[in-house]
């Protein structure tokens, strides 16, 4: 620990006992925001902001659908984005590199006449078709349920397939933010949160101001912090009012919604991570939802939490469509998180839940990796960070587990637009 930390804490220590406790506690929270922030400078320099990895060409070749020698060839022709060629003529690409290629082969596709071979490299939605923005909420109210590290990891998948995605933090502890490079209390001022877009009085502001670019190319975000706890608040002050023929706008149940929809034409998936409650936020993302996963952590008390989150997600989505809401969806899946397939009763556990919901229950089940967790400790995903940081078996086993879930839920998303 470094003499600045030492010095923070001991001040914290004598806070504690000098200070009421909102001061005290106030005096954590400084020392670990500035703690971070120097984590943050430390691991991101020069700028302080998160990089994402290139990628190899056989990594490269993998995402686009094409054989790494048939991309040498294209290098070769000069034809597309030229990678960079590192010692020993190693060749690798970054993101936007991989992305841009994809569009120049749908568009050689296309001039072939071959509009299938074309949606294979380009996967965005047709909207002419009626391929609807496909909206996935990501939930529960047990924590650690491995919410927040599905959500990023689906949303990084999506993206490095070729799809435009847009996260949203709806979650005011912000880990989803986190996981992006951003320091909530550092990088956001106010009213730059989902909440600045369905808040219901004149400061709202339109989405499109509030979504930030990443260094995920096709990837964009809409930070999270505690402001977004004001929705809990205003929404009963706002329904009151309009019960006295006040008129504030849409129902809380449609802000979400209609939110998108202005943005919805840049966008094929966005990735609602949600709180881990059951307040007007949740409710209000689930309103807006073409899709919901609900994470599962194989144990019995998650289990038992999982049912009384069902019974009353039930009991108030059926309040909200006998108001009008809509409540219609392409899926609904359980996704099995942070689990050990030699644990004997997390897998009968796992067989208790398929013989209950049977194809409701993903088939592919995000395996309890230790390179998940190493990599957290650099704010990284398991995307990001590359193979040559862990053990060739640990790391491909987790990356296997990831692949398989996360391919299980774009195979849906293509299904529910008749792909």
């Given at each position: 620990?470094?003499?600045?930390?030492?010095?923070?804490?001991?001040?914290?220590?004598?806070?504690?006992a000098r200070r009421p406790a909102d001061e005290a506690i106030a005096a954590d929270a400084r020392a670990l925001s500035d703690q971070l922030k120097?984590?943050?400078?430390?691991?991101?320099?020069?700028?302080?902001?998160?990089?994402?990895?290139?990628?190899?060409?056989?990594?490269?070749?993998?995402?686009?659908?094409?054989?790494?020698?048939?991309?040498?060839?294209?290098?070769?022709?000069?034809?597309?984005?030229?990678?960079?060629?590192?010692?020993?003529?190693?060749?690798?690409?970054?993101?936007?590199?991989?992305?841009?290629?994809?569009?120049?082969?749908?568009?050689?596709?296309?001039?072939?006449?071959?509009?299938?071979?074309?949606?294979?490299?380009?996967?965005?939605?047709?909207?002419?078709?009626?391929?609807?923005?496909?909206?996935?909420?990501?939930?529960?109210?047990?924590?650690?349920?491995?919410?927040?590290?599905?959500?990023?990891?689906?949303?990084?998948?999506?993206?490095?397939?070729?799809?435009?995605?847009?996260?949203?933090?709806?979650?005011?502890?912000?880990?989803?933010?986190?996981?992006?490079?951003?320091?909530?209390?550092?990088?956001?001022?106010?009213?730059?949160?989902?909440?600045?877009?369905?808040?219901?009085?004149?400061?709202?502001?339109?989405?499109?101001?509030?979504?930030?670019?990443?260094?995920?190319?096709?990837?964009?975000?809409?930070?999270?912090?505690?402001?977004?706890?004001?929705?809990?608040?205003?929404?009963?002050?706002?329904?009151?009012?309009?019960?006295?023929?006040?008129?504030?706008?849409?129902?809380?149940?449609?802000?979400?919604?209609?939110?998108?929809?202005?943005?919805?034409?840049?966008?094929?998936?966005?990735?609602?991570?949600?709180?881990?409650?059951?307040?007007?936020?949740?409710?209000?993302?689930?309103?807006?939802?073409?899709?919901?996963?609900?994470?599962?952590?194989?144990?019995?008390?998650?289990?038992?939490?999982?049912?009384?989150?069902?019974?009353?997600?039930?009991?108030?989505?059926?309040?909200?469509?006998?108001?009008?809401?809509?409540?219609?969806?392409?899926?609904?899946?359980?996704?099995?998180?942070?689990?050990?397939?030699?644990?004997?009763?997390?897998?009968?556990?796992?067989?208790?839940?398929?013989?209950?919901?049977?194809?409701?229950?993903?088939?592919?089940?995000?395996?309890?990796?230790?390179?998940?967790?190493?990599?957290?400790?650099?704010?990284?995903?398991?995307?990001?960070?590359?193979?040559?940081?862990?053990?060739?078996?640990?790391?491909?086993?987790?990356?296997?587990?990831?692949?398989?879930?996360?391919?299980?839920?774009?195979?849906?998303?293509?299904?529910?637009?008749?792909?």
């Amino acid at each position: 620990m470094t003499m600045t930390a030492t010095q923070a804490r001991q001040d914290a220590d004598q806070s504690g006992a000098r200070r009421p406790a909102d001061e005290a506690i106030a005096a954590d929270a400084r020392a670990l925001s500035d703690q971070l922030k120097a984590m943050r400078e430390r691991l991101f320099p020069p700028t302080a902001m998160k990089t994402l990895r290139s990628f190899t060409s056989g990594e490269a070749a993998k995402l686009i659908g094409v054989s790494d020698g048939y991309l040498r060839q294209l290098s070769l022709a000069g034809e597309g984005p030229q990678p960079d060629t590192g010692l020993g003529g190693r060749r690798s690409y970054s993101l936007s590199d991989i992305n841009a290629l994809r569009r120049h082969l749908a568009e050689q596709a296309l001039a072939k006449g071959n509009a299938v071979k074309a949606r294979s490299y380009l996967k965005w939605r047709d909207r002419e078709a009626g391929e609807h923005l496909q909206v996935i909420s990501v939930t529960n109210f047990k924590g650690g349920s491995g919410k927040t590290t599905s959500s990023v990891h689906i949303a990084q998948y999506l993206a490095m397939t070729g799809h435009r995605v847009l996260a949203v933090d709806l979650d005011p502890q912000a880990s989803l933010s986190a996981l992006f490079g951003y320091q909530p209390e550092l990088d956001l001022t106010g009213n730059d949160t989902l909440y600045g877009a369905i808040r219901y009085d004149a400061e709202a502001r339109p989405l499109k101001d509030i979504i930030r670019k990443t260094y995920f190319d096709g990837l964009d975000l809409v930070p999270g912090n505690l402001e977004l706890q004001e929705f809990e608040h205003t929404t009963p002050q706002a329904l009151s009012a309009r019960h006295n023929g006040s008129d504030a706008g849409p129902l809380f149940f449609a802000r979400v919604q209609t939110a998108l929809a202005s943005v919805a034409d840049d966008y094929d998936v966005v990735i609602i991570d949600c709180p881990p409650q059951l307040g007007y936020l949740t409710l209000s993302a689930l309103c807006a939802s073409t899709s919901v996963i609900v994470t599962v952590h194989p144990q019995m008390l998650d289990v038992a939490s999982m049912n009384q989150f069902l019974y009353m997600t039930s009991d108030l989505l059926s309040v909200v469509r006998e108001a009008g809401g809509e409540l219609n969806f392409d899926f609904l899946r359980y996704l099995v998180t942070r689990f050990e397939p030699n644990d004997g009763p997390q897998a009968q556990i796992v067989g208790f839940m398929r013989s209950l919901f049977g194809e409701r229950v993903l088939t592919s089940a995000m395996v309890k990796s230790t390179a998940v967790s190493d990599a957290g400790l650099t704010k990284q995903t398991l995307y990001e960070v590359g193979r040559e940081n862990f053990t060739r078996a640990t790391y491909d086993r987790a990356v296997e587990s990831l692949n398989s879930v996360n391919g299980e839920i774009e195979a849906l998303i293509h299904a529910a637009w008749g792909r």
